[in-house]
């Protein structure tokens, strides 16, 4: 008697074979996950989600206290007091309720590169010890990942951004950028009427005072007192000055009988800071006399034009050795291996109004070997060159002189790579739940069929 086996018999076969192979590798994807959770044990409560909410509610806390602050210090001072430290202090307002009496208590607030780090710290630990690498939820760990890379991209933006400035009048060449915050006591060799030979001691050597050598200046520079803004007025000749000028006995700060009395800096978006140094230049162990600089915010050419006799700061002359040099305080510089000429400008109004709505600058980009490019600058059209970027920041038609912003940020790529990833990661977890959707309504619809 032959026996028949039903087709239908080998369906659970089948179904049992794949589902084996889909448990096998649930249950692997499970082991793997806790192996990782067994070797990287001491991030598990790193990775706790109550610390991320936290982090997150400081975050916002942060951000209103920071934004409040801007009244006061300006954008420039918030963002450096409580974004670009790991705290700030913060005094209650006066004007808001009982701040009378609660704006002498000083309130510690977490600053962004301490919520910043452990926003990083927490989220690679979750990563690590909880995220699965399954078609399921290789969405989530994309999006995870992109976020990961914004904060970390941040942070270097932070530490690694810096912004210049580079002026240039009409028909004129500039090789060199200025910053606008930091100075910088630059001595200036101009004995060869063809070649200047510079050497400058940045603010931070300036702010440590002390004694500075160099072998490329015949004389040693002791550093006895600076400041980053201070205000200055010239006294009547009987009139000693006081305060860090009282000693100078040499320069222009000495002949104008001025005086310096130093202030807070100002990091309001309209503050003018006028850095001071004092310092005395020494041959040997002999003395050549103790001198003084001040730097003029909008570049010390203009210290002619507001009185004749302090037009000498731009360039305070020093004869040694059958050389001249001269000294100067100036905003700090970067020279560049080119030069940008300035061709022309241009700017363009809303019609009927004095609001412009375009400036724009023609320039020649004059590099090595005897290579040139002409291009157009203008307002979200930038010019970008070996890692700088220039932007047209601010032009004077009547005086024919354009201004430029130069950022430099070696990490402006990686935010673009997080949102691709962010993107990435919404597209894949949304096609993946609506494919299996799809899949589910098919397979009822077939069966109801």
């Known amino acids: 008697m032959k026996r028949r086996i039903s087709s239908d018999l080998l369906i659970p076969s089948v179904w049992e074979t794949t589902t084996n192979h889909k448990m096998s590798d649930k249950k692997k994807n499970i082991t793997s996950l806790g192996e990782r959770r067994k070797k990287f044990s001491f991030l598990i409560p790193l990775a706790d989600l109550r610390i991320t909410l936290t982090l997150l509610s400081f975050s916002m806390v942060l951000i209103f206290v920071a934004t409040l602050e801007q009244v006061r210090v300006g954008i420039r001072g918030a963002q450096a007091e409580f974004f670009e430290s790991l705290y700030g202090i913060w005094h209650y307002p006066e004007q808001f309720w009982g701040g009378e009496f609660l704006n002498p208590l000083p309130i510690p607030i977490?600053?962004?590169?301490?919520?910043?780090?452990?926003?990083?710290?927490?989220?690679?630990?979750?990563?690590?010890t909880?995220?699965?690498?399954?078609?399921?939820?290789?969405?989530?760990?994309?999006?995870?990942?992109?976020?990961?890379?914004?904060?970390?991209?941040?942070?270097?933006?932070?530490?690694?951004?810096?912004?210049?400035?580079?002026?240039?009048?009409?028909?004129?060449s500039k090789n060199y950028l200025e910053r606008f915050h930091g100075v910088e006591l630059a001595f200036i060799d101009v004995t060869n009427p063809e070649t200047e030979q510079v050497v400058a001691l940045s603010q931070a050597l300036l702010e440590g005072g002390g004694m500075h050598y160099s072998q490329d200046l015949p004389f040693k520079v002791k550093i006895?007192?600076?400041?980053?803004?201070?205000?200055?007025?010239?006294?009547?000749?009987?009139?000693?000055?006081?305060?860090?000028?009282?000693?100078?006995?040499?320069?222009?700060?000495?002949?104008?009988?001025?005086?310096?009395?130093?202030?807070?800096?100002?990091?309001?978006?309209?503050?003018?800071?006028?850095?001071?140094?004092?310092?005395?230049?020494?041959?040997?162990?002999?003395?050549?006399?103790?001198?003084?600089?001040?730097?003029?915010?909008?570049?010390?050419?203009?210290?002619?034009?507001?009185n004749p006799k302090m037009g000498d700061l731009a360039f305070q002359p020093i004869r040694m050795n059958g050389?001249?040099?001269?000294?100067?305080?100036?905003?700090?510089?970067?020279?560049?291996?080119?030069?940008?000429?300035?061709?022309?400008?241009?700017?363009?109004?809303?019609?009927?109004?004095?609001?412009?709505?375009?400036?724009?600058?023609?320039?020649?980009?004059?590099?090595?070997?005897?290579?040139?490019?002409?291009?157009?600058?203008?307002?979200?059209?930038?010019?970008?060159?070996?890692?700088?970027?220039?932007?047209?920041?601010?032009?004077?038609?009547?005086?024919?002189?354009?201004?430029?912003?130069?950022v430099r940020n070696p990490s402006w790529l990686v935010p673009y790579i997080a949102c691709i990833l962010v993107s990435f990661g919404l597209l894949w977890q949304f096609s993946f739940h609506l494919a299996r959707f799809l899949s589910k309504n098919a397979a009822a619809n077939k069966s109801m069929a």
Request: aromatic share 12%; charged share 20%.
């Open 110 to 128: 977490p600053g962004g590169y301490l919520l910043g780090g452990l926003l990083i710290l927490n989220l690679i630990s979750a990563f690590i």
């Open 130 to 172: 909880r995220f699965q690498w399954t078609g399921k939820k290789m969405g989530i760990q994309f999006i995870h990942l992109g976020i990961i890379m914004l904060l970390i991209g941040q942070l270097a933006t932070q530490a690694m951004q810096e912004e210049s400035r580079m002026q240039i009048n009409k028909g004129e």
């Open 224 to 306: 006895l007192g600076f400041g980053p803004n201070c205000e200055f007025n010239s006294l009547p000749p009987a009139r000693e000055a006081t305060g860090p000028a009282e000693k100078v006995n040499r320069g222009v700060i000495q002949s104008a009988n001025l005086e310096i009395r130093p202030k807070p800096e100002d990091f309001s978006s309209e503050g003018m800071n006028f850095g001071y140094v004092v310092f005395e230049l020494l041959d040997g162990a002999e003395s050549m006399g103790t001198w003084a600089a001040i730097s003029h915010p909008a570049g010390n050419h203009w210290w002619a034009q507001i």
């Open 323 to 406: 050389k001249l040099w001269g000294v100067t305080l100036r905003p700090e510089r970067e020279y560049l291996p080119y030069s940008i000429e300035l061709l022309g400008i241009a700017n363009e109004f809303y019609q009927g109004t004095d609001i412009p709505f375009n400036f724009e600058s023609e320039i020649m980009l004059r590099m090595g070997q005897n290579q040139s490019r002409r291009a157009l600058v203008y307002m979200n059209t930038p010019l970008r060159h070996e890692g700088k970027t220039f932007y047209q920041y601010q032009m004077n038609k009547a005086a024919d002189y354009t201004v430029f912003q130069v």
